[in-house]
C-alpha cells in the first residue's frame, strides 16, 4: 500500500505509515489489499491430497534435490539427464566451486529463500532443514488451506497470502533463493526481489509426465514447450545456468493415484469422487505404474 517496511507488533504486521496486517490464526499473514484480483487458490480437498502424497514421500528425489541445489548451487555446466543410480536420482553432484548461497545476506541476516505458490510447504521446508540456522523461509500463497499448513511445516517458515501476479509485497534484493515448483511466474518481480548472487530455481512438468494417468483420470494436459518457452520469457533478467531432468517411478495404489491427480490443476476440474469412481475403474484390484518427469532449471539474475 506505501512500499513501507512491516515490522512484527504482537500479533501483526505494522508499517511506520500505521498500516497493519493481522497474524489469523492459521499462522499467516493476508498482505492481500481490497485491489487484487480474485484467485481461486487450492481447495481443502486438494491440498488434504498434497499433504498425504507429498507425506508419503513419493517427490522426496525433488525435494532432496532442491535442498542440493539451494546449498551448493548449480553445477557449473549446463547438463542433460544423466543415468540415475536409483530411482529417481540425478549421478552428477552439485559443484563446490559455487559458494555464497548459505553465507548471510545483507546487514548480517541468514539467507531467505521464498517459494512461490508454495502449497503445504513442503519442498520449503526440506531446503530450509539443509541451510543453516538462520535461514528463514516464506511460503506465498493464495490458499487460506494451503498456508495454514506452510505455516507449520517448519518453525522458520512465514506463511504470506498475496498474489504472485501482481506486485510482490517483498523487498528489493533480500532474497537468496526463489523457488518455483509448478507455480506461475512473475520474471520483473522475480528480477527486483532476488540478490544480485542469488538463485532462482524453477521446476516443471516434461513431456510424458504422469502420462500414464492422463486418460484414465481425465488429466489437465501440459504445453510440451513449456520449459523452451520459460527460457525466452525471463532471458532479459535470468541467465540460464543449470537444467536437469529427473524421472521418478512411482508404484501407487488406486488412492494414492487420485491424490496425485487432486493435488494438481485437474482438482479445480474434476471432484475426489469422479477420480475415485475412474481408478476404481481402471486398476479395480492393482496398483499403477506412473512416472514423474521434471525438469529442474536454475538462472542466475543477469548483471
Not at 231 to 239: G, N
Request: aromatic fraction near 4%; include cysteine.
Amino acid at each position: 500500500m506505501c512500499a513501507g517496511a512491516l515490522h512484527r507488533d504482537g500479533g501483526a504486521l505494522r508499517c511506520a505509515t500505521g498500516h497493519g496486517f493481522d497474524l489469523g490464526r492459521g499462522g499467516y499473514v493476508n498482505l492481500r489489499t481490497g485491489r487484487a484480483r480474485r484467485v481461486a487458490g487450492d481447495t481443502a480437498a486438494m491440498v488434504a491430497a498434497r499433504e498425504s502424497f507429498l507425506g508419503a514421500g513419493h517427490y522426496r528425489p525433488l525435494t532432496t534435490r532442491l535442498a542440493e541445489l539451494a546449498t551448493a548451487g548449480p553445477p557449473a555446466v549446463r547438463t542433460a539427464q544423466a543415468p540415475g543410480r536409483e530411482a529417481g536420482t540425478i549421478t552428477h553432484p552439485a559443484s563446490r566451486a559455487d559458494p555464497g548461497l548459505a553465507d548471510p545476506g545483507p546487514a548480517g541476516a541468514g539467507p531467505v529463500v521464498l517459494e512461490i505458490g508454495a502449497g503445504t510447504g513442503h519442498h520449503l521446508a526440506g531446503v530450509l532443514a539443509a541451510l543453516p540456522a538462520g535461514a528463514a523461509g516464506v511460503a506465498v500463497d493464495v490458499s487460506k488451506y494451503a498456508l495454514r499448513r506452510a505455516a507449520r511445516a517448519h518453525p522458520r517458515i512465514g506463511a504470506v497470502a498475496f498474489d504472485a501476479a501482481g506486485p510482490w509485497p517483498v523487498a528489493d534484493g533480500c532474497v537468496t533463493v526463489l523457488l518455483d515448483v509448478f507455480a506461475p511466474r512473475n520474471p520483473a518481480e522475480m528480477g527486483r526481489v532476488l540478490r544480485p548472487d542469488g538463485l532462482l530455481i524453477v521446476v516443471t512438468p516434461e513431456p510424458g509426465h504422469l502420462a500414464e494417468l492422463r486418460d484414465p483420470l481425465g488429466l489437465v494436459g501440459i504445453q510440451p514447450d513449456k520449459g523452451d518457452r520459460l527460457d525466452e520469457r525471463i532471458a532479459d533478467r535470468f541467465a540460464p545456468a543449470a537444467v536437469e531432468r529427473l524421472d521418478i517411478p512411482l508404484v501407487l495404489s488406486p488412492d494414492e493415484a487420485v491424490d496425485l491427480a487432486l493435488m494438481g490443476p485437474t482438482g479445480h476440474h474434476r471432484t475426489a469422487e469422479d477420480l475415485r469412481a475412474r481408478a476404481a475403474a481402471a486398476w479395480p484390484r492393482r496398483h499403477a505404474a506412473v512416472t514423474v518427469r521434471l525438469a529442474v532449471r536454475c538462472y542466475r539474475p543477469r548483471g
